[in-house]
């Protein structure tokens, strides 16, 4: 039932009219449906869904440059599906991987055949796997 007159008309001369005696309708109570009360009335919420609601999200830094990466594994594969096309430079078979956009190469697994790459900058483990095989490898700016 709507209430037609206002509380305050009817409860005059008591001291908390009809608020009882510890809050007197001071406090909100429950939010609904808005995003407060997650450490209070919503807590189940927040355990079970809400596991980065607290804590902090970090900064990322937008002027900063990562090298997009390639591992030795997916370039033989790479290779061998025919997905790059070698570059003929005096009677080698060179990849030239920052034409492909890639910036660095790293030791994912080993390699069995000889290659000769040309990459911005590798790894050690890169370069060591590369070297035991016989192959080589080109540093580019």
């Keep these: 039932m709507i209430r037609r007159e206002k509380k305050s ?14 809050g ?8 609904g449906g808005r995003p407060v009360g997650m450490s209070k009335e919503k807590w189940s919420w927040a ?3 809400g596991k980065s609601w607290y804590g902090k999200k ?3 830094n937008p002027t900063r440059a990562s090298p997009k990466v390639i591992t030795l594994r997916q370039l033989v594969q790479m290779i061998e599906g025919s997905r790059i096309t070698p ?19 790293i030791g994912g697994s080993k390699i069995q055949s000889k290659l000769t790459v040309r990459v911005p900058s590798l790894s050690e483990r890169a370069r060591q796997r590369v070297e035991e095989v016989g192959g080589k490898v080109i540093l580019t700016e």
């Design 9 to 22: 008309r009817k409860l005059r001369g008591w001291r908390s009219h009809g608020w009882g005696s510890v």
């Design 24 to 31: 007197q309708h001071r406090d909100r109570g429950s939010q």
């Design 47 to 49: 355990v079970k869904y």
């Design 58 to 60: 970090g900064f990322v």
């Design 87 to 105: 570059i003929n430079e005096g009677g080698e078979t060179v990849y030239d991987l920052a034409a492909l956009g890639y910036g660095k190469l």
